[in-house]
T-cell receptor
Framework: DTGVSQDPRHKITKRGQNVTFRCDPISEHNRLYWYRQTLGQGPEFLTYFQNEAQLEKSRLLSDRFSAERPKGSFSTLEIQRTEQGDSAMYLC??????????????FGQGTRLTVV | AQSVTQPDIHITVSEGASLELRCNYSYGATPYLFWYVQSPGQGLQLLLKYFSGDTLVQGIKGFEAEFKRSQSSFNLRKPSVHWSDAAEYFCAVKNTNAGKSTFGDGTTLTVKP
């Protein structure tokens, strides 16, 4: 297993367009997280899944954002009607189930979104 | 609500010098604490973590951190910095009963030759 994989690595889109990002977690990890990181800031939590269930969503996740994890494996994050303020690095992470000693999150390389 | 403060936005040290990056957290119980490192345009790599037990934890690349409950701190240290350590460093706290982590805004480390 090569770790958490995110696709694409970079995306440039025009304002108003929809974009979708994909994340493939480490195979035995049942928790999957999405974070957003803007320049000069730390990652900000967006949402997380345990298996296919979306357990928590941040208030940062406006109604233009939607995330899915249909089979409890890969996840997608869609942004509709993109705005320039959506330009950021979108990070995906995964971790093993609660109760395991290894509860740190393993991060992917991120998807850099630029809205022009 | 949990929060993390990294008071130093930018630190410059000479190669071979010692390093300490500060992290203060706010959380009601004993948290899970982490330090991550991020190179430009890359994701985050875990340096070390504290869950319980020994308050001095060792990590990768020669880093260590000490959990001090009385000071709500989890400072990162390295005795001798290498040029390859130049990067951004993030401290994070995780609620033991929830999935998400809360990150500080990071400290950028520059290493002078």
């Amino acid at each position: 297993d090569t770790g958490v994989s995110q696709d694409p690595r970079h995306k440039i889109t025009k304002r108003g367009q929809n974009v979708t990002f994909r994340c493939d977690p480490i195979s035995e990890h049942n928790r999957l997280y999405w974070y957003r990181q803007t320049l000069g800031q730390g990652p900000e939590f967006l949402t997380y899944f345990q298996n296919e269930a979306q357990l928590e969503k941040s208030r940062l996740l406006s109604d233009r954002f939607s995330a899915e994890r249909p089979k409890g494996s890969f996840s997608t994050l869609e942004i509709q009607r993109t705005e320039q303020g959506d330009s950021a690095m979108y990070l995906c992470a995964s971790s093993p189930r609660q109760g395991s000693m290894n509860t740190e999150a393993f991060f992917g390389q991120g998807t850099r979104l630029t809205v022009v | 609500a949990q929060s993390v403060t990294q008071p130093d936005i930018h630190i410059t040290v000479s190669e071979g010098a010692s390093l300490e990056l500060r992290c203060n957290y706010s959380y009601g119980a004993t948290p899970y604490l982490f330090w991550y490192v991020q190179s430009p345009g890359q994701g985050l790599q875990l340096l070390l973590k504290y869950f319980s037990g020994d308050t001095l934890v060792q990590g990768i690349k020669g880093f260590e951190a000490e959990f001090k409950r009385s000071q709500s701190s989890f400072n990162l240290r390295k005795p001798s910095v290498h040029w390859s350590d130049a990067a951004e460093y993030f401290c994070a706290v995780k609620n033991t009963n929830a999935g998400k982590s809360t990150f500080g805004d990071g400290t950028t480390l520059t290493v002078k030759p």
